[in-house]
């Protein structure tokens, strides 16, 4: 019976952190056109989620959970737009170094590994039924 909590409940730490990530991949794709307040200043950076694992003694398994988030340092996205009120001395403005199709992909990935957690935690609840079922006959 224990196995089966543990096993919810490491598959539960597994979708908290892929939530984690798909908010942060979604705060990138809103940003993603967003320019800086003042002219010739920086926009929004792209924002990057990394995991951690760390020892749930109460469990005695490790699990996952969402790391450090680090700022992507590449470069920003230029364009020459003289008439634009933000626009540099040269006429360019940047724009946050986000690319919609990679943060798109990463969704998808985030999204498909809390699925792979939920299915954990669904097939690992049936067992738990099947099992006080027949405990009950």
């Known amino acids: 019976m224990m196995d089966f909590i543990k096993s919810i409940a490491i598959a539960a730490t597994g979708m908290h952190a892929q939530a984690g990530r798909m908010r942060i991949i979604s705060e990138n794709i809103a940003n993603s056109d967003s320019t800086a307040q003042v002219r010739g200043g920086d926009p929004y950076r792209r924002r990057i989620v990394s995991f951690r694992t760390h020892l749930d003694r109460e469990l005695g398994a490790n699990v996952v959970a969402l790391g450090q988030i680090a700022t992507d340092r590449s470069d920003f996205r230029v364009k020459h737009e003289p008439d634009n ?53």
């Open 85 to 137: 009120p933000i626009a540099d001395t040269r006429g360019d403005v940047k724009y946050p170094n986000v690319n919609p199709l990679v943060e798109m992909t990463d969704f998808r990935d985030a999204q498909r590994s809390y699925e792979a957690n939920l299915n954990v935690i669904t097939a690992t609840r049936r067992m738990l039924q099947r099992t006080l079922d027949i405990l009950k006959s």
